[in-house]
């Protein structure tokens, strides 16, 4: 059985996706040209979001509740604008389009009936997953219209691996290290530092180098008497490492050392260790041939990105937007220049950050995230 999670917001979901349009004739809250967004719309989602939260066992105060209320207006504002836009420019989605997504999401679970139990325990119901993936569909496609002329010349590639080798896409020297510690009692119980503490820790990494210079295997020493709970049982392993992610007197220690060398003991601010060298990788510099794909594809998002975004702020320029209650939000705000710049650089490694659609780091827009994991897994 594929089992979807559903633990739910942590209160920082502030990014582009869209949510579910509910229908009333509350009084409205906000209006956006001939469009109203009503006061149960609003609450609805809220309530939504708040009973997640409950069940996650977040405390919302009474300002994130506040600032939940800003983004879920402001987010409906564009939900009604990009419907709209839709609309006018003849994309549609039918209902063969929403269905064929549900019944996906459906035969990930061993029965429709478990499918329903576990969508009502979340707070929602089949109804809200169809309007979210037929708002998701407009979403898509939409910036596909809009982002479809977007390229990147070998040009530009080249001209960014060449800016930034130096830094990007140039790889430290890395060591491959294992590590026996016998830990400071004070580290666990927040105790106070004695010397008879310390006297306890250093006769325990002195018996096991005594038993290391007789001719012990490293990891089975670490096995048996490290204190390090988290690499004890992979026999002391800390992976590769680089310089800046040890403390001073380990990284130290660790640079001075051959591969196949065992450290003297190394005292550090957590107890002592004894460090054992197994590889080392030396600085090299990434081929272009090697990441030019990685730094195609991000600069590829990253444009699409920035398209996207001013087309949304082109949007909210030519709407009037009225805020009716307390809770005002942010889209009448004129947009500055760094609302463009998404920030990411790319990394190198081929990897792909596809934009399918969401692109914005807009605050004003709201994500949940296990919401959207959910409908992914259907795809």
């Not at 708040?50 to 939940?68: G, N």
């Not at 080249?158 to 790889?171: G, M, Q, V």
């Not at 310390?198 to 670490?222: H, N, P, Q, W």
Request: charged share 35%; net charge negative; aromatic share 8%.
């Amino acid at each position: 059985m594929k089992k979807v999670g559903l633990k739910f917001m942590t209160v920082v979901f502030f990014m582009l996706i869209f949510v579910f349009v509910f229908t009333g004739c509350s009084s409205a809250v906000a209006t956006v040209d001939d469009m109203k967004i009503n006061r149960d719309e609003v609450d609805q989602y809220l309530n939504f979001l708040e009973k997640q939260a409950e069940k996650s066992q977040v405390e919302l105060t009474d300002e994130d509740i506040k600032e939940l209320e800003i983004n879920i207006i402001d987010s409906l504002i564009m939900v009604k604008l990009l419907d709209r836009y839709a609309e006018e420019n003849g994309i549609t989605v039918t209902g063969e389009d929403v269905n064929q997504q549900i019944e996906q999401i459906v035969q990930s679970y061993e029965s429709e009936t478990e499918f329903e139990e576990d969508i009502k325990s979340m707070g929602i119901n089949r109804e809200f997953l169809e309007n979210e993936i037929r708002n998701q569909i407009i979403q898509s496609k939409v910036y596909g219209e809009n982002t479809a002329d977007i390229i990147v010349t070998d040009e530009q590639v080249r001209e960014y691996y060449e800016e930034n080798k130096s830094t990007l896409f140039t790889t430290p020297t890395r060591i491959r290290v294992s590590h026996i510690l016998a830990k400071f009692p004070w580290i666990d119980d927040q105790g106070e530092e004695t010397a008879e503490g310390r006297t306890e820790a250093r006769e325990k990494i002195e018996f096991v180098k005594e038993k290391l210079d007789d001719g012990a295997e490293f990891g089975d020493m670490a096995r048996q008497y490290s204190d390090d709970s988290a690499t004890s049982t992979d026999g002391g392993d800390l992976g590769f490492i680089s310089k800046g992610q040890m403390v001073e007197e380990f990284e130290k220690e660790v640079f001075s050392l051959k591969v196949g060398d065992t450290s003297d003991i190394v005292e550090t601010e957590f107890g002592y260790h004894l460090i054992k060298v197994f590889d080392r990788e030396e600085e090299r510099l990434q081929e272009f041939e090697e990441v030019k794909e990685g730094i195609n594809s991000t600069l590829l998002n990253l444009y699409r990105s920035e398209k996207w975004q001013t087309f949304l702020f082109s949007l909210i320029e030519n709407a009037k937007i009225e805020y009716l209650t307390e809770a005002e939000g942010t889209l009448n705000e004129k947009p500055g220049e760094d609302n463009a710049d998404t920030g990411q650089e790319p990394s190198g490694e081929g990897e792909d950050s596809e934009a399918d659609g969401g692109g914005t780091s807009d605050d004003q827009m709201i994500q949940d995230e296990e919401l959207e994991e959910f409908l992914e897994d259907g795809n």
